[in-house]
């Protein structure tokens, strides 16, 4: 039994600094208080926000939920060991197994301790140098990111797309939902290239196309990103493409620019005016969000514009489909000789690698 109290008391600090490192008392006092703003009798007037808060409560809960039951079980078993009766030893054994079982399970959990990695994230793709070849290449991407999304049971709402002039697409924006979603998908941000026999010219060559990704926090409060108004432009344009009549027919498109940092953003994807300009608006917060992360600023102020060019050198990943068959991620290391799984949506040893690698391990 003295045995089996060390064990206990090894993983009860263990799970102790788990918690610590997580947050775990702020994010329980941010369950509780929501749920106080649940029950107030006026609570669902603004319908909106209601279902805003709710969907924060659900999270809330969906991450807490295992760390609270893990915690409880264990102080269940210390409880049981300070009885010291030997005829519990094996019950007692068995119960502690399963706890470190159930904890080794969530440890995976602490890889997300960035400011912003339980968000939903915005994926942008847009086709880089390498002409049709690199918007189909652009196309690729964007159904391995679907597919993944899928396996992992995230939702994936397309926010804008703009078709590419003879296959494939010039870019779109994804927003997609689900835990973690940003602290997963961070590792996608930056530029990926892609060589291949070109399917887009008689002699069938070797192209090689590039394509890049940015990944965003999604940012939909504005209390959270303040901008002040007289930095930002907003112009409104008739939209083009699909969409349906109305959409084709009216200044609904709405593109809004932070004056500071040259950020440009164009929505064009809803009927409606208002709903382009707060999509808009909250992929602009997402993108200066990103930028504060980047350039370690405190106030939106003190930011200075994103090096696109230097983004578009930083190439991140190859993926080689001839003359032999490979992807390799140039930050980790990591190599995958099944490209085809790979863009079939089987990214999480890669998001792996890239977790093991920022932490240093």
Known sequence: MQELEKTA???????????????????????????????????????????KVSQQHAALERRLAPWV?????????????????????????????????????????????????????????????????????????????????????????????????????????????????????????????????????????????????DVLPLI???????????????DVFRSGGHGGQSVNTTDSAVRVTHLPTGITVSIQNERSQLQNKETALSIVRSKLAQLQLEQHAERVSELKGPNEQAAWGNQIRSYVLHPYKQVKDLRTRYESSDPDAVLDGDLDPLIDAYLEHILGG
């Open 9 to 51: 008391a090894r993983l009860k600090l263990a799970l102790d600094g788990a918690l610590a490192k997580i947050g775990f008392a702020n994010l329980l006092a941010q369950r509780d208080e929501l749920a106080q703003q649940m029950a107030q009798p006026d609570f669902w007037q603004n319908n909106a926000q209601a279902q």
């Open 69 to 213: 039951s893990l915690q409880k079980q264990l102080n269940d078993c210390l409880e049981l060991i300070y009885l010291d009766d030997e005829s519990l030893l094996g019950d007692l054994t068995q119960q502690l197994t399963a706890v470190q079982a159930d904890f080794d399970a969530l440890k995976a959990q602490l890889r997300f301790s960035g400011p912003h990695d339980t968000r939903d994230a915005v994926l942008s793709i847009y086709a880089g140098a390498g002409g049709t070849d690199a918007q189909d290449w652009a196309a690729m991407l964007l159904r391995m990111y679907v597919r993944w999304a899928e396996q992992q049971g995230y939702s994936v709402q397309t926010i804008d797309e703009s078709a590419g002039d003879e296959a494939g697409i010039k870019s779109v924006t994804l927003e997609i939902s689900g835990d973690f979603a940003y602290g997963k998908l961070k590792s996608e941000h930056g530029v990926h290239r892609l060589v291949r026999l070109s399917p887009f010219n008689s002699d069938n060559l070797r192209q090689t196309s590039f394509a890049k990704v």
């Open 220 to 234: 939909d409060s504005p209390d959270e990103v303040a901008i002040d108004d007289k930095d930002l432009k907003i």
